[in-house]
């Protein structure tokens, strides 16, 4: 099986400074936020150009982080219709939430000035909305979802750098791949610096400190961040052989009768995904899975629904209906590339 994913892989070409941080962090009697938290926050801090990181046990965590720590409780939150459905949930159980329709790449439409009290764009398959054009009302507070782009750039400059926080993420399935979940947010307010850090750690900046606040027990673990740390030395690699990939898929599906989303003239994206819509999805996936391809369908949940909005979302729907995803992790190899292009090519003869 071609997979969608190679955590095997990736665990052989980093396996040695892997198991020297191991035997370092159970040896250190540091296995909460220490030393490799440090490490991989400062890198996230250099990427971004952002002036505070800091590192939480999922993306999902780290959003309610965000949402806690800025007082986003019982307020009006502009959100994505279609993305993970992380994205929305954690904003949904104790907010208002207005979702908003995607654009044809799936990505929130902002054609509108946003009055809300906050919003929550989404970097989706490694692609940004356009930053310059989103209006937003003096008190918006804005959270970008920027779980799939570490990496990638808006008009040269480091998706993750917008908004009053953006969130990322860290798992078998993310730009930088993880056995397991970890999540970071990054942002420049100083006056926030304790809020985040109180939130993560139930409310409390030190064990034997008062509460200064809710929260909840997202304080990240040593092991994680250290396959988060190694990771993150080798981005520029990883995203290279992605874009490798990506290019090729793209030459050779040519003139098929599918779409491929691409990054908006604005984004370089760090390919995160290769994802296409086509209207034959389902008989393809099938395709693909009895010649041993793991194609995946990112995302097909239509949040407004699930909600209970009656309001129409045509686009959100063609994609959970279309969407499917190939195979395009660093570690594939060439005659791996070359088999997923030639199943998909022969699918459409």
């Not at 020297?20 to 250099?46: F, M, R, T």
């Not at 979802?145 to 808006?154: N, P, R, V, W």
Request: charged share 25%; glycine share 6%.
């Amino acid at each position: 099986m071609i997979s969608n994913t190679a955590l095997d892989r990736l665990y052989m070409k980093i396996k040695d400074r892997l198991h020297d941080a191991y035997a370092d962090i159970h040896l250190s009697g540091n296995p909460i936020d220490a030393k490799y938290c440090k490490s991989v926050e400062e890198k996230l801090k250099k990427i971004t150009g952002r002036k505070h990181a800091r590192l939480t046990t999922s993306g999902t965590s780290a959003i309610q982080t965000a949402l806690i720590a800025w007082g986003i409780k019982d307020k009006k939150v502009a959100c994505s219709n279609y993305s993970f459905v992380a994205s929305a949930n954690q904003a949904a159980y104790v907010n208002n939430v207005d979702f908003v329709e995607v654009d044809s790449k799936g990505l929130m439409q902002i054609d509108k000035k946003f009055d809300h009290d906050a919003i929550i764009p989404v970097s989706l398959y490694g692609n940004c909305i356009d930053y310059d054009k989103l209006q937003v009302s003096a008190d918006t507070k804005v959270i970008v979802d920027t779980a799939q782009s570490l990496g990638s750039k808006y008009k040269n400059k480091a998706d993750g750098s917008f908004g009053d926080v953006a969130v990322f993420s860290f798992a078998r399935n993310k730009p930088i791949p993880t056995n397991g979940t970890h999540g970071a947010l990054v942002w420049d307010d100083d006056s926030m610096t304790d809020k985040i850090k109180a939130v993560s750690m139930n409310g409390k900046l030190s064990r034997n400190g008062g509460i200064v606040s809710h929260g909840i027990n997202s304080q990240p673990f040593e092991l994680q961040a250290a396959q988060i740390d190694i990771g993150l030395d080798h981005i520029n690699e990883w995203q290279n052989k992605r874009k490798e990939i990506f290019d090729y898929y793209s030459q050779h599906f040519a003139g098929l009768p599918l779409e491929i989303i691409v990054a908006p003239e604005h984004c370089e994206s760090n390919n995160h995904k290769f994802a296409i819509l086509t209207d034959q999805r389902n008989l393809l996936l099938e395709h693909l899975t009895d010649n041993k391809i793991q194609a995946l369908m990112h995302y097909t949940d239509n949040f407004a629904k699930h909600y209970g909005s009656t309001k129409e979302f045509p686009m959100t729907d063609r994609f959970c209906r279309e969407i499917i995803t190939l195979p395009n992790h660093p570690w594939m190899t060439d005659a791996e590339v070359e088999t997923v292009a030639k199943v998909v090519k022969d699918f459409y003869k």
